[in-house]
C-alpha cells in the first residue's frame, strides 16, 4: 500500500502503463519470496564473483584503471530505524563474507563532512569498486576491441533472417553473414525474439540521472546511498551525480522530471548541491525480468539464438556476434556486472566449455508467456 498512491520518491508508475506491468509485477512479488530471493541470490553469484577480475582485464589493457576507484560505498541514514534494520540486513548476509563497517553519525561524518549533521549513521561496504565515467570506460573497452582487430559496423538487427549456413543481417556494408548470433539489445531485444516465437517477460525500468555542480568548499569522496529516499548521489567527472530509483511506464514515453524533482527535494537536505549542469535529465531503460536474473544460454533448435543481457550503450554489434546466445534484463547492472556474460557468449558460440559447465536455461519457442526458471544463471 505504501506505492499505491503514487508519491514516493524510489518508485513511481504511468498509470496508463499499470495494466501492461501488472502480470509482470504479480510475477515480481511471487519471486519476492524469501525462498525466491535466495535462489536468486545463489543464480548471480558467479557473476558478482567474478564482475571485478573480467572488469580489471579489460581495464588494463584499455588504460582505463584511472576511472576505477577502491573505497566502497555508503549507506547514509537520517531514520534510526532505518538504520537499525539495515544493521540487521547486513549482519544477515555474514555467509557472503563481505566486508563493511557500521558507522556512527562522527564517523559517517569523518569521511563524509558534507553531509547533513542531523544523520544518524551508515554502513560503508568496502568490497566494491566505483568507476567516476562509465561512459568513458566502455569506449575505452570498445577502442581496446578494435585495436585488437575488432570492426563495429551500423546495421538494422530487425532485419535478422535465417538463411543457409547460418544468420543474415543488413549493415551499412552490406549483408553480413555468420554461422550464430549473440542477442544483445536490452529493450529491444523482443523485436528479434517475438517473430521466432519467444515470449520473454521482460520488463522495463526506466530511471534518470542528473548532474549537479559542487558547492565550494565541499567534496563528495564516495557513492552514497540514501536508502529511504532510494537515489544514490555519486562523484563523476561530469559532477554530482544523482541517479534515481525505478518508474514504471512505456519505454517511448518522453521524459518525465516527476520522480528526479522528489529526489532532488530529498538530497537537498542530505548533502549539498549546487546548480544542474545537464540540459535535461538523462533517460535510461532497464531492461529486467521477474526473478531478477538473466537469460543465458543457446535458444533450442530451429533457431540458434543466445541472449546476453544488454550492456552498456555501445555501438552496434559487429558481423562477429551472432544470435545464438542470449543475455538480458540487467536491470541497472549492466556496467558492473555482466562482464563474465560476453565471455559466457563466446564461449558459447566458439564451442568452448563453458566456465562451470552446467547448461544453461532458456525458454523454448512457444506462442504462451512462459514462467521463467528461477535460475536461469548457469556457468
Known amino acids: 500500500m505504501r506505492y499505491g498512491l503514487n508519491q514516493q520518491s524510489d518508485v513511481r508508475y504511468s498509470l496508463r502503463h499499470l495494466p501492461k506491468a501488472g502480470p509482470w509485477l504479480l510475477q515480481y512479488w511471487r519471486h ?26 579489460l581495464a588494463r589493457p584499455a588504460n582505463m584503471l584511472q576511472l576505477i576507484a577502491d573505497g566502497g560505498w555508503l549507506e547514509a541514514f537520517n531514520d ?15 555467509d557472503y563474507q563481505l566486508n563493511y563497517r557500521v558507522l556512527d553519525r562522527a564517523e559517517l561524518l569523518a569521511l563524509e563532512p558534507g553531509l547533513h549533521p542531523e544523520v544518524v549513521g551508515g554502513l560503508h561496504w568496502l568490497d566494491p569498486k566505483t568507476v567516476s565515467d562509465p561512459g568513458g570506460l566502455t569506449r575505452g573497452y570498445a577502442e581496446l576491441f578494435k585495436q585488437r582487430g575488432g570492426q563495429f559496423v551500423i546495421g538494422d538487427a530487425l532485419s535478422l533472417t535465417q538463411v543457409e549456413g547460418g544468420w543474415q543481417v543488413h549493415s ?46 565541499t567534496r563528495l569522496q564516495h557513492p552514497i546511498l540514501d536508502p529511504v529516499g532510494g537515489y544514490v548521489l555519486a562523484p563523476m567527472v561530469g559532477g554530482i551525480r544523482l541517479t534515481t530509483g525505478i518508474e514504471f511506464a512505456d519505454c517511448d514515453d518522453p521524459i518525465n522530471e516527476i520522480q528526479l524533482r ?21 533517460l535510461g531503460r ?22 546476453l543481457r544488454p550492456r552498456p550503450p555501445r555501438p552496434d554489434p559487429g558481423p562477429g556476434e551472432r544470435p545464438t ?21 563466446l564461449q558459447l558460440t566458439d564451442g568452448e566449455p563453458p566456465c562451470r559447465p552446467r547448461p544453461p536455461r532458456f525458454p523454448p519457442p512457444s506462442k504462451r508467456p512462459f514462467t521463467p526458471p528461477s535460475t536461469r544463471v548457469k556457468w
Open 262 to 282: 522528489r529526489c532532488e527535494a530529498l538530497a537537498r537536505n542530505f548533502y549539498p548541491l549546487g546548480e544542474r549542469l545537464d540540459a535535461e535529465p538523462w
Open 325 to 345: 546466445a542470449s543475455a538480458d534484463g540487467h536491470r541497472r547492472n549492466a556496467l558492473h556486472r555482466p562482464h563474465p556474460l560476453p565471455r559466457r557468449a
Open 80 to 94: 534510526p530505524q532505518a538504520f537499525d534494520f539495515a544493521q540487521r540486513a547486513a549482519a544477515d548476509l555474514r
Open 172 to 217: 551499412e556494408l552490406g549483408p553480413i553473414t555468420a554461422q550464430e548470433v549473440v542477442v544483445a539489445l536490452g529493450p529491444q531485444a523482443s523485436g528479434i525474439f517475438e517473430p521466432l516465437g519467444y515470449r520473454i517477460p521482460l520488463a522495463i525500468k526506466r530511471g534518470y540521472h542528473m548532474h549537479y555542480a559542487a558547492l565550494p568548499g
Open 286 to 307: 532497464r531492461p529486467c525480468l521477474p526473478d531478477m536474473c538473466p537469460v543465458i544460454g543457446p535458444a533450442p533448435p530451429p533457431w540458434p539464438v543466445v541472449q
Open 32 to 57: 519476492s519470496s524469501p525462498k525466491g530471493l535466495a535462489a536468486a541470490t545463489r543464480a548471480m553469484l558467479p557473476l558478482i564473483e567474478r564482475c571485478v577480475s573480467e572488469h580489471l582485464a
